[in-house]
């Protein structure tokens, strides 16, 4: 019998995902739970498992294709049991979907807040199964094709020499550019190094011409593929496009104050060595980034209305009494904020390894859409570009976001005296709304005395 797999809301009700990659073709036998295809949800990019066993029958939808949730995009010739689990259930793993239904239901690894006897908020694993319904049938449609039309070469020979310098035409073979497809601004025609230039940096390319990328397979601005143009256009989608919508959402939904703090961090510094010669920390990765969301997390006991959410609905004020701490990740397919759940109950050890899975996690593109929602507090770490100090916006739905800038020796006043310091500067974002310029002050005050002296921790908890 035949069965379809229709794309499945893949978190947080997503409504549309791009086909990035097949790992099937039609014919193949394919097992339950088999990686079947690699999607992007405008949160991430995720891999689909089979929800059966059988041969693929079809392939309903291209690479680079948007489909909206719900859309058949493969079927299955399987068994009369379906080669469904005997439960019904979709299949298991965490940041991949099962068999989707008409109804849609969320078939991710999600957290509920459950109340303990103590008043704390504790956070427990909360799955949701998708019902075992008969899909829909259909009609199979095949994936469109498009033909790339042939571009036949253009004949670039000319009676006469390209008039130009000899210095430009050394430049023109560098770039691997023939000069007789580059037209002259210069007296009389002439072909300057600013005609060069312009050309490799988007002039149209005849088929002929040469680029160094061409051999060597780089993607540098000197060595476009030919067929550039003199602009690049790029569809805004997934990542980008979710990215995109939320910092503008943000930027006009809340009103943004920022501070500004410049702290001596030698202390620290000197403690985060010390660390790493320790027994205990073999094997961890520590950084900056580490010790200041060790701080970030400590001082935000004695100030918890900066991990808070505006409720414009119910116009209410949420206070969380834990902490899911976001840290932002370039990553290829743009920025991203995953972050780690219930951080304030880890130890530094705990801490860091986090940090590591998450942001490895992160830059290869495979962060659950679980652990991009749910964020309180975020950090963005701008000094690994070497940047000292900026203007965050607001992760939405969270009422603060630290930037932490580079750490730079530079002379700085010491026991009276001036001497070559490890200073940082740290720049918190915040939702005035729910945070006064006090409270914020506080607890930005409360990160740098820790991080200025590493000890003070013991006066604040």
């Known amino acids: 019998m035949i069965k379809e797999f229709r794309l499945p809301d893949l978190g947080e009700g997503l409504t549309e995902s791009e086909i990035l990659s097949w790992k099937v073709a039609v014919g193949d036998t394919v097992t339950l739970n088999q990686v079947i295809a690699e999607v992007e949800t405008a949160k991430a990019v995720v891999e689909l498992p089979s929800p059966f066993a059988g041969v693929i029958t079809a392939l309903h939808e291209e690479p680079g294709t948007i489909v909206e949730v719900g859309k058949p995009i493969v079927s299955f010739e399987v068994a009369d049991d379906g080669g469904a689990s005997p439960s019904g259930a979709a299949p298991a793993g965490a940041a991949t979907a099962a068999a989707g239904t008409a109804k849609r239901e969320p078939n991710l690894v999600g957290y509920g807040a459950v109340v303990e006897s103590s008043g704390r908020p504790a956070r427990r694993a909360r799955t949701f199964a998708t019902p075992a319904v008969e899909p829909v049938r259909g009609p199979v449609v095949e994936p469109v094709r498009t033909e790339t039309p042939v571009v036949e070469p253009v004949d670039t020979d000319t009676a006469e020499r390209p008039r130009s310098t000899p210095p430009v035409r050394k430049l023109a073979k560098d770039l691997g550019v023939e000069l007789a497809a580059v037209a002259g601004t210069g007296a009389g025609g002439l072909i300057t190094r600013e005609d060069v230039q312009n050309f490799v940096g988007g002039g149209e390319l005849s088929a002929p011409v040469r680029h160094l990328s061409a051999v060597s397979g780089s993607d540098s601005p000197t060595g476009l593929a030919p067929q550039g143009g003199r602009e690049v256009r790029t569809p805004i989608k997934g990542v980008r496009k979710f990215t995109a919508a939320a910092m503008v959402a943000s930027a006009f939904t809340a009103p943004h104050a920022t501070e500004f703090l410049t702290v001596d961090v030698t202390p620290t510094m000197d403690l985060l060595a010390k660390l790493k010669t320790s027994r205990a920390f073999s094997g961890y990765k520590l950084t900056p980034l580490t010790m200041v969301a060790k701080a970030v997390l400590i001082a935000l006991r004695r100030n918890p209305s900066l991990n808070s959410r505006w409720e414009e609905a119910s116009q209410e004020i949420v206070q969380f009494n834990y902490v899911n701490l976001g840290i932002a990740a370039a990553t290829p397919r743009g920025l991203t904020v995953p972050n780690i ?121």
């Open 341 to 461: 759940k219930d951080a304030d109950t880890l130890s530094l050890l705990e801490l860091s390894a986090a940090l590591t899975g998450l942001t490895e996690t992160a830059r290869a593109g495979k962060t659950a859409p679980a652990d991009l929602s749910g964020g309180t507090i975020s950090i963005t770490n701008i000094g690994v570009f070497g940047i000292d100090a900026g203007t965050p916006i607001l992760n939405p739905g969270e009422a603060a976001i630290l930037a932490m800038g580079a750490v730079r020796k530079m002379p700085w006043e010491f026991q009276d005296e001036v001497a070559l310091r490890q200073v940082m500067t740290l720049s918190l974002s915040f939702d005035h709304r729910l945070v006064d310029g006090e409270q914020g002050s506080r607890f930005l005050a409360d990160v740098g005395a820790i991080l200025a002296e590493p000890g003070m921790v013991l006066t604040m908890v």
